[in-house]
């Protein structure tokens, strides 16, 4: 079969930029797929791995060596297909197609790495949940890669806990892709049976679901950890939800609201995040604990990140520059919580 074009035409040469807990999981799900599709995909997809040590070993060796990645995501088969690649620019070395998968508050500074080294028809693709907030200002990533690298930037989001999309079971997810035939590219490079793509041309909608749900899944935590039980927190996920929403419809004009309830990105991911997710487990433990965010990171999680704590901060700053604050009462709930003292049981005196 001839090699399918697309707008860039050509084979795309995939690289992931990211090699944590969903970073793992994807480059095993693109993997196996670019197997079944090599007359489109570049068979060997290099995986950035930000380099550290491993019970005395490089985590890069241990990974090629076991086609497993044993901190963060183990007893999960990666592939032969997926190399590991320590330096960053060897990583994207002849690649086409860049997916961006690390914690939100590493892609400022990785991005600075990778200036002038992309090739200006290079599609790009970020998994990331946050947002970047400086100087007053609040952008999305997928903006912000488009910014540092000059190359058009998709989105991937959904309620797509890392784990159990490793191990194959059902979830959705949507892309968000402006260019419909570059999106449907991104489609077929991710979906399978059991992950299935929707395409939307809402690049906000999509981003900020994943960012503004990761605050609004600690608020559960808390509620989890207050033994407070399932009505509060549905009534925390749907308040959650709404100001997820209005946040996006006042400071990102032309953002979709039906995203937010209609795609995997939206309601989905709130709901698997406020059940299920890292940021819900920590929140909990800060409450039956008394121990800092930091502290749980550092105990609860072996190296994977909490998004959630600081995305709140980062709204507060933003909120509060404008004197909107008191606005999102449940984005400044978590804040505060988090960062100044205010007790997890007087959620209800707040939003
Ligand atoms: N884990 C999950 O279930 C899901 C995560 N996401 C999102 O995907 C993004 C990436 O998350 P994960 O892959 O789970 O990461 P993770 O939470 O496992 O983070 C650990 C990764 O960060 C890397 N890292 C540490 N310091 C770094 C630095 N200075 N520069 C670059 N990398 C550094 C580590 O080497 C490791 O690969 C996040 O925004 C997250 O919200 C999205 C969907 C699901
Ligand atoms: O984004 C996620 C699921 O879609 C994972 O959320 P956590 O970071 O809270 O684990």
């Known amino acids: 079969m001839p090699a399918q074009t697309s707008s860039d035409g050509g084979k795309w040469k995939v690289a992931l930029i990211g090699s944590g807990n969903w970073g793992s999981a994807i480059a095993r799900l693109v993997g196996k797929n670019i197997k079944e599709r090599s007359d489109e995909f570049d068979t060997e997809v290099k995986m950035w791995c930000y380099e550290e040590d491993f019970d005395g070993r490089k985590l890069t060796e241990v990974i090629n060596e076991k086609h497993e990645n044993i901190k963060y995501l183990p007893g999960i088969d990666l592939g032969d297909n997926v190399v590991a690649e320590p330096d960053l620019i060897k990583a994207i070395e002849g690649a086409n197609a860049l997916i961006f998968v690390i914690p939100h508050q590493f892609i400022i500074e990785t991005c600075k790495q990778l200036e002038g080294k992309v090739p200006s028809n290079t599609q790009a693709i970020s998994l990331v949940k946050g947002v970047d907030v400086k100087d007053g200002q609040i952008h999305i990533f997928s903006e912000v890669i488009k910014e540092h690298l000059d190359i058009e930037c998709a989105a991937l989001s959904g309620a797509n806990i890392a784990n159990e999309v490793a191990k194959e079971a059902f979830s959705e997810t949507t892309i968000g892709c402006r260019d419909i035939e570059v999106a449907k590219r991104w489609a077929r490079l991710f979906e399978t049976e059991k992950f299935r793509v929707a395409v939307s041309k809402d690049v906000l909608g999509v981003s900020l679901g994943g960012a503004l749900k990761n605050v609004v899944a600690v608020a559960a935590g808390?509620?989890?950890?207050?033994?407070?039980?399932?009505?509060?927190?549905?009534?925390?996920?749907?308040?959650?939800?709404?100001?997820?929403?209005?946040?996006?419809?006042?400071?990102?004009?032309?953002?979709?609201?039906?995203?937010?309830?209609?795609?995997?990105?939206?309601?989905?991911?709130?709901?698997?995040?406020?059940?299920?997710?890292?940021?819900?487990?920590?929140?909990?433990?800060?409450?039956?604990?008394?121990?800092?965010?930091?502290?749980?990171?550092?105990?609860?999680?072996?190296?994977?990140?909490?998004?959630?704590?600081?995305?709140?901060?980062?709204?507060?700053?933003?909120?509060?520059?404008?004197?909107?604050?008191?606005?999102?009462?449940?984005?400044?709930?978590?804040?505060r919580v988090a960062y100044e003292g205010v007790k997890p049981d007087t959620i209800t005196a707040h939003i």
């Open 222 to 335: 808390l509620i989890d950890g207050l033994q407070w039980g399932n009505n509060a927190k549905a009534a925390i996920m749907r308040i959650g939800l709404l100001e997820m929403k209005r946040f996006a419809l006042e400071f990102f004009p032309g953002t979709e609201p039906e995203t937010f309830v209609q795609e995997s990105a939206g309601i989905a991911d709130l709901i698997t995040s406020c059940l299920g997710g890292r940021n819900r487990k920590c929140a909990e433990a800060f409450v039956t604990t008394g121990k800092t965010f930091d502290q749980l990171e550092k105990e609860m999680l072996n190296g994977q990140k909490l998004q959630g704590v600081q995305t709140a901060k980062e709204l507060h700053e933003f909120l509060k520059a404008r004197g909107k604050a008191d606005n999102y009462p449940l984005f400044t709930f978590v804040y």
